[in-house]
């Protein structure tokens, strides 16, 4: 429907939507009367409400949803929610989900996302533990925009919310089998019900089994790369009714997967393309890939170095919550680990230049939170807390130039991290919501580091500062208006932040070190927006216009004196756009989706970014400084595209006792 209202010119525009609304209104209100789109209930600002009654903007993807699209990714979860993008990196750890066209793409341990990955009510570390399969989930809600409130913790972009389903209080059992392109199996079942006649314990055991051929064909010695050899998981949930006032919930999961992740094609290559810009013999890219396809379909690389990402986590976390009547107490506590193995072949070629550019990685987590949230239905509604982090993460680098050791990094860093936070929001008879909120937190930051190639040591440079602390506060305003039974629309100002940031690469050195730390990066934004239900509930349309302004946005640049990467405090970047959501019950049977995103991102004021390898004068490199840098301002950001467009159509039909059920859908962006 969106796509008609748009197209049409000038001056048949009126009298087209005349008609159409003649014709739709009619048949709305002719055929099947009683269908209707289903509530969907979320807890965005950690309370259950309706979608349809918060001043947020929210994508909430359903459990009916999460099956008939098979989402079992957070790449999946980017086809649906057209204001989130994903970037695959070399490693699980420089992976990136982003969100209105930001994101944080960097090497090294020192720095966080900006989009905040929460997984049954607990804040995950990093965006890796995340990029496993997901399964058996009852809903999956993604908050767009800065979420310093409620969330806080490093969530300046966004946060995706993953619910996994709780135990059922009767006997139930599921198990799929699928078989895909790239010969990928999966194989995924859960059961549960109650553990005592009573039923006050039930519980629920869900595990998965995956594997999937590479997509990419390696010339140098036949394998295909970019697959996943071996990956599997197992979650328990346990739920206790300890008495009427007091329930308990349970979680422990573990996952271990085995990739040879991640290799490139040859999309493009330009003559003359050497390995990091090295002249003369012996480094010529083109030569290496001659007979191979070159282009936008091809599936060609070529690769000498191992190439692999083998990754487990496991976790345990405990949800209480006591019932005082007037509110309830909830706590949440919870332990993750994380650990990685990865190399990957940073020349992008057979030319055995770097065999070894990987390491390992070690994250443990522990969280704390407490809250009271109101348990009235008045007028009057709030919530606020305390939270707890704190993260330890040990890193192993190495690389090999020529096979002689060049780099060897070994890193930790520990942050700690406790706020304050709450919201409070009143509905007067006008149906005019008043909503506010703040946060405030404290974050420091230790770490040693210990850096061959330059001699680096922070034991060797007592007068360089390896223990760094920033407190903030961050607010929160917002204004709704109902309009009728089921219309609203709303104002919300919101601020974001995420902490202070490391550069804890191979590039580190004592000239780099004594420019700790990397400030942290704070954003304004503005939003306004329409929930709409139309038709007695059958047509439903949501939209919302944004203005984000990011200050000392951290970002990763090319040095081109070290040939290697740095974290930087970036300038100011603006993001301004439009998001559209909305679904039609056709019948009881066929229900069609549609969702678009449209932004512009521009850098307002970037400084100090490096100029890429072989980039010249005419290309915008200037040579003037001690090293060279190009300008960037006025430019996007990477993996921001200007437009996405998700059109999707599920049919589900009773066939006597069975139900079948088919999905057709089609995602572009710019």
């Not at 009714?241 to 573990?254: E, N, P, Q, R």
């Not at 990865?342 to 987590?365: E, L």
């Not at 919201?423 to 404290?442: C, D, P, V």
Request: charge should be negative; proline fraction near 2%; aromatic fraction near 12%.
């Amino acid at each position: 429907m969106r796509g008609c209202f748009s197209v049409i010119p000038g001056g048949e525009k009126n009298t087209f939507l005349v008609i159409l609304s003649v014709i739709l209104a009619a048949y709305l209100g002719t055929v099947q009367a009683d269908i209707a789109i289903e509530e969907v209930v979320v807890t965005a600002q950690k309370r259950s409400e309706s979608l349809q009654d918060i001043p947020l903007a929210v994508t909430a993807l359903t459990a009916d949803m999460i099956e008939t699209n098979r989402i079992d990714s957070i790449e999946d979860i980017a086809q649906l929610a057209t204001s989130v993008n994903w970037q695959q990196g070399l490693t699980a750890s420089n992976s990136t989900v982003s969100m209105r066209g930001f994101g944080t793409n960097a090497f090294g341990i020192g720095i966080e996302s900006s989009v905040g990955i929460v997984q049954d009510g607990v804040v995950l570390s990093r965006q890796n533990e995340a990029f496993g399969d997901l399964f058996n989930l009852e809903r999956v809600e993604v908050l767009r925009g800065p979420q310093g409130t409620l969330f806080g913790k490093n969530a300046s972009a966004g946060v995706i919310h993953v619910i996994t389903r709780d135990p059922s209080k009767e006997l139930e059992g599921k198990a799929d089998l699928y078989y895909g392109s790239f010969d990928e199996f999966v194989a995924r079942g859960t059961v549960s019900g109650p553990l005592t006649k009573s039923g006050s314990i039930a519980g629920r055991v869900t595990g998965f089994y995956k594997t999937v051929d590479g997509n990419l064909d390696n010339a140098v010695d036949g394998s295909k790369l970019n697959g996943i050899d071996d990956s599997f998981g197992v979650r328990f949930k346990l739920a206790v009714d300890v008495s009427d006032k007091l329930d308990l919930m349970i979680i422990g999961d573990y996952s271990d997967t085995k990739t040879n992740c991640c290799g490139e094609a040859f999309r493009f290559l330009p003559a003359d393309t050497n390995v990091f810009g090295i002249g003369g013999g012996g480094f010529s890219v083109n030569a290496d890939a001659a007979g191979l396809e070159v282009g936008e379909e091809s599936r060609d690389t070529s690769l000498d170095a191992p190439t692999f990402g083998n990754y487990s986590s496991w976790g345990i976390s405990a949800q209480a919550n006591y019932d005082l009547e007037w509110a309830t107490l909830t706590s949440i506590t919870s332990y993750r680990e994380w650990v990685e193995a990865t190399n990957a072949d940073i020349d992008f070629s057979g030319i055995d230049v770097f065999q070894i550019n990987g390491g390992s990685k070690d994250q443990n987590t522990f969280t704390q939170e407490l809250r009271l949230t109101s348990s009235s239905e008045g007028p009057l509604q709030y919530v606020g807390g305390f939270f707890y982090y704190n993260n330890d993460t040990l890193q192993d680098f190495n690389r090999t130039f020529f096979n002689v050791l060049v780099h060897d990094l070994d890193s930790t860093i520990d942050t700690e991290n406790y706020a304050f936070f709450g919201e409070l929001s009143y509905k007067f008879g006008t149906g005019t919501r008043l909503s506010a909120g703040a946060r405030w937190q404290e974050e420091k930051v230790d770490y040693t580091a210990n850096a061959q190639r330059t001699g680096f040591s922070t034991a060797a440079n007592p007068q360089i500062p390896t223990s760094f602390k920033d407190s903030d506060a961050t607010l929160k305003f917002s204004i709704q208006q109902d309009f009728g039974e089921n219309n609203m629309a709303y104002f919300t100002f919101s601020q974001g932040y995420k902490g202070l940031a490391l550069d804890l690469t191979t590039g580190l050195r004592a000239t780099t070190a004594v420019l700790f730390p990397i400030s942290p990066e704070k954003v304004d934004s503005y939003e306004i927006g329409v929930k709409s239900d139309f038709f007695d509930s059958r047509l439903r349309l949501n939209i919302a216009a944004f203005l984000a302004k990011f200050n000392n946005f951290q970002a990763q640049a090319f040095d081109t004196t070290t040939l290697g990467f740095r974290i930087l405090n970036a300038g100011k970047v603006r993001s301004k756009g439009i998001e559209v959501e909305s679904q039609f019950a056709v019948t009881e049977e066929l229900m069609l989706t549609v969702n678009a995103t449209f932004q512009d991102i521009e850098i307002i004021n970037l400084v100090d970014i490096g100029c890429f390898a072989g980039q010249t004068a005419a290309q915008g490199c200037d040579f003037s400084g001690a090293r060279p840098v190009q300008n960037v301002e006025g430019a996007t950001l990477p993996n921001a595209p200007s437009g996405k467009i998700y059109i999707g159509a599920d049919y589900e039909r009773a066939f006597g006792s069975y139900i079948g059920f088919a999905n057709l859908n089609f995602t572009w962006q710019s």
